[in-house]
Structures are given as C-alpha cells and as structure tokens.
C-alpha cells in the first residue's frame, strides 16, 4: 500500500505541474496575441496570393520584416478557426500591430479592401492611370520611368510593356501602388511560364518572351473570343514563312501619341521597330497586357491554313487562304462593296 500511495501522489504531482505549466503556456500565448509585434520598418507591405497556405503566409510575414517566428504565427492562424478566411490581397501593417490584429485585418476585420482593375489590352500607360486613380493607394511609383520600375522589380533592362497579368486587384487603403504591381508582375510571370511549358511542339516562338509579344498582338486582333485561336492560327502561319504580321494595332502602337485615331496609307509606309508592314518577324516588345486566353491562344493556336482575316464589323472575323479571297472580304465588309 506504501508504493501505492507514493505512486498515487507522484501522479498528482505530475498532473499539478501539467495544469500549471499549460495555465503558463497559456498566459504567455495570451500575452503573445496582444502584444505588438516587431517590425523590421515602421510598416511592413505584403501581397497574399489566392491559394496560398497559412503556413506560406506566417512564413512571407517573417519574410517581409514582421520579427517573430512563423510557427507561432502559423499556429495561432490554425488555432483561430480562421485561417481560410484568409483574404488574397495586398496588405500593409504598421508598428503597433498584434497578431490578433493581423488576424483580424487578413480575414477583413477592421480593413475594407478596395480594389483596382487592369484590362486586358490595355497599354503600361493605361495600366499606370488607373493606378493613379485608384482611392487610398500610397503612390510610390507615380514619379519612376519604366526602368526604375522594373529594376525595382527584379527585372532590370526587361521592358515594362505587358509584363502585368491583367486582372482585378485588392488592396488595403495605403498599400503602395508597388505592391500592386508587383503583385500583378509575378502574377504574369505564373501565367506566362505555365503557357510556355504547355506550347504545342511546333510551335514557331523561340522563348516565352516571343509567347508574350505575340499574345499581345492576339489580345489587340480579337474581336470576339471564339475567333481568337484561329487569329493565333494565322499570325503563327505568317511566321512560318517569313511573311510580315501586317497587324495594324502593331503600327498604332510604334506611332505613340502620333497617333490621332485614323491610320492612313502613309503610316504603313512609315517605317518604326513596330511597323509590321514594314519588317518581319515580331516586334521588338508586346503591345499590350495580353490576358490567360490570348497566351493560351498563342502556344495552342488553331491549326489553319488561313493567312489573312478581316473584321465584320460585329466583332468577328472573314478568315481567308489566299490573298484574293481577302481582298473580296475586304472590299465586302470595309468598303460596302457586293
């Protein structure tokens, strides 16, 4: 009965320890929720992508300057019950911050996330006014030609034309317009590197750059979406034999602020890098954001025998094989003419 007994305390003595040390640990995770955590700089930005883990999201804080340890972040996320709320969007936290509170403004909490729009075919001019007119965005980059913003980037010497991925982008009020795009750059590089690696074998593109420059072109020729891998299908025909593109929106674009809205004879004479009358090949950048369809277009064009298409005027396109049949649908559907 002795040894008895003396287990039977010894238990005791271990429970008691047990509860004190869990009623520890929890005061001292309790303290750790609402106490402000340490960043790196007075506020830290982050862009959380859609599909992202809680695991990958503690660790990208650590990352970008908030000073704790990701597992504890991570656990906490789990802990809450919260976690898949978890909004994809473009944060910025300030000195102060608990990791309730960033809790709370990643499931929305005290933040009201806006959101900014970048339209498929649009120019980097375009893109960067609608980032100008976007409410409660910190305009860092308003000021930097489009070398600093892409050295900033990651990217210098890269051109910036159509290195975004057009799409709807949230935000917290005062994120950086940074944020943003950098958000949508490596967006665009995702897409982009996944078009590339499901390219059809033959296709006539020697990198995913030329993918993206031709894309553009797609993006800008199509007037309505089920035309679209057939449009690819004649600019990929026109490569094969080394016919020039003649692609108006390419020669508008060369033409910059020149342009006055109506592209006459003289302008597919004059030539330009982009006049693709002109010169072979691609131009020398893309001409607009080409959106997911348009570069899966591009790699898996419609197979065709077509060289030439013309618009109806309903947004859909006369595709032709010779330059007769062309010239028919052109004098029919531009000119009025039976």
Same mark, same amino acid.
């Given at each position: 009965?002795?040894?008895?007994?003396?287990?039977?305390?010894?238990?005791?003595?271990?429970?008691?320890?047990?509860?004190?040390?869990?009623?520890?640990?929890?005061?001292?995770?309790?303290?750790?929720?609402?106490?402000?955590?340490?960043?790196?700089?007075?506020?830290?930005?982050?862009?959380?992508?859609? !599909?992202? #883990?809680? +695991?990958?999201?503690? =660790? &990208?804080?650590? *990352? %970008?300057?908030?000073?704790?340890?990701?597992?504890?972040?991570?656990?906490?996320?789990?802990?809450?019950?919260?976690?898949?709320?978890?909004?994809?969007?473009?944060?910025?936290?300030?000195?102060?911050?608990?990791?309730?509170?960033?809790?709370?403004?990643?499931?929305?909490?005290?933040?009201?996330?806006?959101?900014?729009?970048?339209?498929? !075919?649009? #120019?980097? +001019?375009?893109?960067? =006014? &609608?980032?100008? *007119? %976007?409410?409660?965005?910190?305009?860092?980059?308003?000021?930097?030609?489009?070398?600093?913003?892409?050295?900033?980037?990651?990217?210098?010497?890269?051109?910036?034309?159509?290195?975004?991925?057009?799409?709807?982008?949230?935000?917290?009020?005062?994120?950086?317009?940074?944020?943003?795009?950098?958000?949508?750059?490596?967006?665009?590089?995702?897409?982009?590197?996944?078009?590339?690696?499901?390219? &059809?074998?033959?296709?006539?593109?020697?990198?995913?750059?030329?993918?993206?420059?031709?894309?553009?072109?797609?993006?800008?020729?199509?007037?309505?979406?089920?035309?679209?891998?057939?449009?690819?299908?004649?600019?990929?025909?026109?490569?094969?034999?080394?016919?020039?593109?003649?692609?108006?929106?390419?020669?508008?674009?060369?033409?910059?602020?020149?342009?006055?809205?109506?592209?006459?004879?003289?302008?597919?004479?004059?030539?330009?890098?982009?006049?693709?009358?002109?010169?072979?090949?691609?131009?020398?950048?893309?001409?607009?954001?080409?959106?997911?369809?348009?570069?899966?277009?591009?790699?898996?064009?419609?197979?065709?025998?077509?060289?030439?298409?013309?618009?109806?005027?309903?947004?859909?396109?006369?595709?032709?094989?010779?330059?007769?049949?062309?010239?028919?649908?052109?004098?029919?559907?531009?000119?009025?003419?039976?």
């Amino acid at each position: 009965m002795g040894h008895m007994a003396k287990g039977m305390r010894l238990l005791a003595a271990l429970a008691a320890v047990l509860v004190i040390g869990a009623a520890a640990g929890a005061a001292a995770s309790g303290w750790w929720l609402g106490h402000p955590l340490t960043l790196a700089q007075p506020s830290v930005e982050l862009s959380i992508e859609s !599909g992202a #883990t809680p +695991r990958d999201i503690a =660790q &990208a804080w650590v *990352d %970008a300057g908030v000073r704790t340890d990701a597992r504890w972040l991570y656990a906490w996320f789990r802990f809450s019950g919260q976690a898949r709320r978890i909004r994809a969007g473009s944060y910025e936290i300030h000195s102060g911050v608990t990791p309730r509170t960033l809790l709370e403004t990643l499931v929305e909490g005290r933040e009201r996330m806006l959101t900014v729009r970048f339209t498929e !075919g649009w #120019t980097l +001019r375009q893109l960067r =006014q &609608a980032l100008a *007119d %976007a409410p409660e965005l910190r305009h860092l980059t308003s000021e930097w030609d489009d070398a600093r913003l892409m050295q900033e980037l990651g990217e210098p010497g890269v051109p910036a034309e159509g290195r975004f991925f057009p799409d709807t982008y949230a935000y917290t009020r005062g994120v950086s317009d940074l944020a943003v795009l950098r958000r949508a750059h490596t967006a665009m590089r995702h897409k982009l590197a996944a078009a590339w690696a499901d390219r &059809a074998e033959d296709l006539p593109l020697k990198s995913p750059d030329e993918v993206l420059i031709l894309a553009s072109i797609v993006e800008k020729e199509t007037g309505l979406a089920s035309d679209r891998g057939h449009v690819a299908g004649v600019f990929v025909n026109r490569l094969r034999i080394g016919m020039p593109l003649q692609t108006d929106p390419s020669v508008i674009y060369g033409m910059g602020e020149a342009f006055d809205g109506n592209l006459r004879k003289r302008d597919l004479q004059t030539d330009t890098p982009y006049n693709t009358y002109t010169r072979r090949g691609l131009p020398p950048t893309p001409i607009a954001l080409p959106g997911m369809a348009s570069l899966q277009a591009t790699v898996r064009p419609e197979r065709t025998k077509a060289l030439y298409f013309v618009a109806r005027g309903d947004g859909s396109s006369v595709f032709s094989q010779t330059l007769n049949e062309h010239n028919r649908a052109v004098n029919r559907y531009q000119r009025g003419q039976p």
